[in-house]
């Protein structure tokens, strides 16, 4: 198949999976911040396994360049934790496979739960999370991302 199908078929396969899909919780009008908070930082990754499941260079489709599409899949054991980080650099989408983890986040004053089959879209530069596994079962959840090229292997583009 060329690579331009490829990513064709992934396009569409991504739109229609984001249009079936319900989108994870998120957080209540009355509790968005106007102002960004300081959240916890948590280094934490004790408890997270990271693996890439796919990646595709879109080089030459409509005129992107120096960028990957990746997913991966994230397993958050009870306990864990994803670490604090940002999207300012590359939008993503996140689906929750199984459990239930919850988010923390620089423009919501309270805490946003995530539930299996749900999904959620994460990009900009004022948003800033890490999310924590409360609950007593392990939690899966693919994200799917733009990274740029250059930091395909940095140690922290691998996990969250």
């Not at 948590?42 to 120096?66: A, C, I, Y």
């Not at 397993?75 to 994803?82: H, K, M």
């Not at 300012?88 to 919850?102: L, T």
């Amino acid at each position: 198949m060329s690579k331009s199908i490829k990513i064709g078929a992934l396009a569409l396969g991504l739109s229609a999976f984001a249009s079936g899909a319900a989108f994870a919780g998120s957080c209540p009008a009355d509790k968005v911040l106007k102002t960004p908070q300081k959240i916890e930082t948590v280094t934490d990754d004790s408890k997270l396994k990271g693996e890439v499941v796919e990646t595709l260079d879109p080089t030459g489709w409509r005129g992107m360049k120096g960028l990957m599409l990746r997913t991966r899949r994230l397993t958050i054991q009870p306990g864990g934790f994803v670490p604090t980080h940002s999207h300012a650099d590359r939008p993503a989408i996140i689906y929750i496979i199984s459990g239930e983890i919850i988010e923390h986040n620089t423009t919501c004053s309270v805490p946003i739960v995530h539930k299996a089959g749900e999904s959620t879209a994460e990009f900009g530069g004022e948003l800033q999370h890490w999310w924590e596994n409360k609950g007593s079962v392990t939690v899966v959840l693919t994200s799917s991302d733009l990274v740029p090229i250059e930091m395909m292997n940095d140690k922290m583009m691998q996990m969250p």
